[in-house]
């Protein structure tokens, strides 16, 4: 059995040819991925101790609050300590050479003067020394044009950029530090005044002796006392480890999950291909029955044949696997985000990804192998039995029935619930109702689509409807395989656009004014708002800002301003907010028994309340602050109360007859010395907030598209397969007048109405689970609700269409390839 099973591998090989590559292309994606993430975990425990190599100590905060430079001198004061320096991460900005701030997320770093402490790696030049001294990573000092010696403006959230002396570039290529963006290194004193924090992340220890380890730690530990915490270098390093490890799991994960998607539609498209092979085989399998053959050996060999195809399968997997992980590899680097490690081939992961096609393909093969045994010989020899059409049971359609059902109603009830975890199994449940419910459903809307095909090609669409409703089963399984790969993309398509939308509508409603100016990478500096409002030529300048005070949120308002996000009033007028007043939620005014008039304290300052009004919506899950209480309070009474705060956004509209071109020239004259800071219209401010959207959309789309081409292929194996089936029959037609162009037109209907019935039932479940997430949004925050981007969808469909068309030409050009005279004989 086993040569029998082989040879007859060998001869139907061009039959499997497709679904083989179906196993390849999932393998692949899931060996890559490996690949990919294996050459970034390597690259991560080489970097983890990159800026750590003279570290013996390390001292951390042990709350929130950062490491004040005078514990830097007390650690420094300990015995056995030769070196302790403050080190800080933060943002800053860098003024290139067209006096225009350098594009990209600009890390910023204190820099050890120590030598004993100091592990970067210098290009030219040297490392700072003191105040005044910067040094830049080498690559943007190349793109800029700058000299060592020369200088160079850096700025921050503390303030305007100011001139320093460029002494050196280094290498953090492949590092923590390496994101992108430009590399800044400042000496600590200059760190601390350029970001405006009040201390130090960390503090560097550098032990006078490789002594006893424990007993330093123990001094330092004495030393600092209760509010930091003192770890060695091994936990320093494998802490590092854990964190670059654990973040790079998360990613993985994400990624694998995708690549399960195509390996599920492949195993769709190959339990397909086989159970038409094997029903294709029937008489064959009744001979060997009669010459001694049992059930369990014809099984046994079947399962052979599938794992054999299945580990030939995974094999080009995996080596396309390490293409496409040296892509990514490329891909990262070509979008400034290089992967540290390189490209990393395991013995594990290619084992993983052979033992993974090869079950995929064995347990895909296993239902059609079970059901290709169970003909009885005899009955198989008659011609009834050789393309056996089975129909689904009525325990599968009624399961189907109320699983779909069941489905419908759990998007249905998601939003009015307000629970996430119904939109997920709403949509689970659906596509599972779907697939048991497929033989009824899918030839039922085959037919539906099939007739405006019959009127416009006739016959031909009729004969292409009849094939392809003739087995309920088999293009269910084929329109399957597309349900859930376009499913997910219509999904993404529709979640993504109502998101967009969504915050559209709420910059609309929330930002009433013409400019906006943001800080880069952190809050606004804290002097580029009072140097706004300063111009003469800007008669509103507001910086959003906000506060805790116990349960309640204290919000900076501006009287012009803060009647826009205002649903409702209460009681008193919004218009009287001044100096010394408040408006105040209704559910805080409720809680407190405050009424417009009502004397209030908040955080020590009194404040006459001038209006109860509704603003905003339900609080989010694990918010500190309940819904409603909050308190407005003018811009004045808000820095005495908060007066370390800081915002991200300032609004600004422009003085009575000035025109947008003297506003925006007014600004810029401001922005243009405040490298962490960006100027832009209500659009930009838009586009700014969606392009994270669409970035991600591009993302998944590409990842999912996999899963689509997939199911694709499934369209042309099953046509190809079917091809073969009917030899005699397409003869016949043939033979009777039909001409080669109506037989590919026929070939061709048949297609589309498969590929087009599997499309429209993705992009109905996938638009049902993001109507379902965005009722469920809209029940938090009133501007989400569902949008359909009508052409998006449709260009889905029409890929779909044209797709199909070419998965046709193949099976065409088999179909036409035999003689008339030939083809009739075949058996």
């Given amino acids: 059995m086993i040569r029998l099973t082989l040879r007859s591998l060998r001869a139907e090989a061009p039959r499997l040819l497709l679904s083989a590559l179906a196993v390849v292309l999932g393998v692949a994606f899931v060996a890559g991925t490996l690949m990919f993430v294996d050459g970034m975990r390597a690259g991560a425990y080489d970097r983890a101790g990159a800026f750590d190599r003279h570290t013996d100590l390390g001292v951390y905060p042990a709350g929130s609050e950062p490491l004040s430079p005078a514990l830097v001198e007390r650690v420094r004061g300990v015995d056995g300590v030769a070196a302790a320096e403050g080190e800080l991460l933060g943002s800053g900005g860098i003024v290139g050479a067209d006096d225009r701030p350098v594009l990209g997320y600009v890390v910023l770093a204190a820099i050890p003067t120590d030598p004993a402490l100091r592990s970067y790696d210098v290009v030219a030049g040297r490392l700072p020394d003191r105040p005044g001294e910067v040094v830049v990573d080498a690559p943007t000092v190349a ?179 390490v293409g496409l992980a040296g892509g990514l590899n490329q891909l990262m680097s070509r979008l400034d985000a290089p992967v540290p490690g390189g490209l990393t081939i395991t013995a594990p992961t290619v084992l993983a990804g052979l033992a993974l096609g090869t079950a995929v393909t064995v347990g895909a093969a296993l239902a059609p192998a079970w059901r290709g045994t169970r003909v009885a010989p005899v009955a198989a020899l008659t011609d009834a039995a050789v393309q056996p059409t089975r129909r689904a049971g009525w325990l599968r359609l009624t399961a189907g029935a109320l699983v779909l059902a069941a489905g419908i109603a759990a998007l249905l009830t998601a939003g009015p619930a307000v629970q996430v975890p119904l939109v997920a199994a709403g949509g689970a449940l659906s596509f599972f109702g779907i697939v048991l419910f497929g033989p ?39 329109a399957t395989a597309l349900v859930i790969g376009i499913g997910l993309v219509s999904a993404f398509v529709v979640g993504a656009h109502s998101t967009k939308a969504g915050i559209e509508r709420g910059v609309d409603a929330e930002i009433g004014v013409d400019w906006l100016v943001t800080g880069i990478g952190g809050p606004l500096p804290a002097a580029v708002v009072g140097e706004l409002r300063a111009r003469p030529e800007l008669a509103v300048v507001h910086e959003q800002r906000s506060g805790l005070w116990s349960d309640v949120e204290v919000r900076a308002a501006h009287p012009a301003l803060v009647g826009r996000t205002l649903t409702g009033v209460l009681a008193g007028d919004p218009d009287r907010l001044g100096p010394g007043t408040a408006l105040v939620g209704r559910e805080l005014a409720e809680a407190r028994g405050w009424t417009a008039g009502s004397a209030i304290t ?106 689509v081409v997939i199911a694709l292929v499934g369209v042309a194996n099953t046509l190809s397969l079917s091809v073969v089936e009917r030899t005699r029959e397409n003869a016949v037609l043939r033979a009777v007048g039909l001409t080669r162009g109506r037989m590919r037109g026929m070939l061709a209907v048949e297609a589309v109405l498969t590929a087009l019935v599997g499309a429209v039932l993705g992009v109905g479940l996938g638009a049902a689970v993001s109507a379902a997430a965005m009722a469920l949004l809209s029940r938090l925050s009133d501007g989400f609700s569902v949008v359909l981007p009508l052409g998006q969808l449709g260009l889905i469909l029409g890929v779909a269409v044209v797709a199909a068309l070419a998965a046709s030409v193949l099976p065409a050009r088999r179909a036409l390839s035999r003689p008339v005279v030939e083809a009739l004989g075949a058996q």
């Fill in 440 to 478: 009824v459903l899918v030839p039922a809307l085959v037919r539906v689509f099939g007739l405006p095909a019959r009127r416009l090609f006739g016959a031909t669409a009729g004969l292409a409807v009849a094939n392809a409703v003739r087995n309920p089963r088999r293009i269910a399984a084929t």
């Fill in 602 to 707: 908040v955080r020590g300052r009194p404040l006459r309340v001038v209006a109860v009004v509704t603003d905003g919506g339900p609080a989010f899950a694990g918010s500190p602050v309940p819904a409603g209480h909050v308190v407005h309070v003018v811009d004045a009474d808000f820095i005495v109360l908060f007066p370390d705060e800081r915002g991200i956004l300032a609004e600004i509209d422009p003085a009575g007859g000035i025109t947008p071109d003297r506003a925006r020239a007014a600004i810029e004259a401001v922005v243009v010395r405040y490298p962490t800071v960006n100027l832009m219209d209500q659009g930009a401010y838009k586009k700014m907030l969606t392009g994270t959207v669409d970035m991600l959309l591009a993302i998944v789309t590409g990842l999912l598209g996999l899963a």
């Fill in 143 to 321: 793109e800029e044009g700058f000299a060592v010696g020369a200088p160079v403006r850096v700025g921050g959230a503390a303030g305007a950029a100011r001139p320093y002396t460029l002494v050196g570039t280094v290498d953090v290529a492949g590092t923590a530090r390496d994101v992108g963006g430009p590399f800044v290194g400042l000496v600590g004193a200059d760190a601390l005044a350029v970001t405006g924090q009040r201390g130090y992340d960390r503090i560097l220890v550098a032990a006078a002796s490789a002594g006893d380890g424990t007993g330093l730690a123990d001094a330092v530990a004495a030393a600092v006392g209760t509010g930091a915490t003192v770890k060695t270098r091994a936990r320093i390093l494998d802490e590092a480890v854990e964190d670059a490890v654990r973040n790079l799991e998360q990613f993985n994960l994400v990624l694998l999950t995708f690549a399960a998607v195509a390996v599920v539609v492949a195993a769709f498209v190959i339990a397909n291909t086989f159970a038409i092979v094997f029903a294709q085989r029937t008489r064959r399998t009744a001979l060997l029955r009669l010459v001694g053959a049992t059930r369990g050996q014809l099984f046994r060999a079947a399962v052979l044949e599938a794992a054999v195809v299945g580990l030939a399968a995974s094999a080009l997997g995996v080596l396309f696997g």
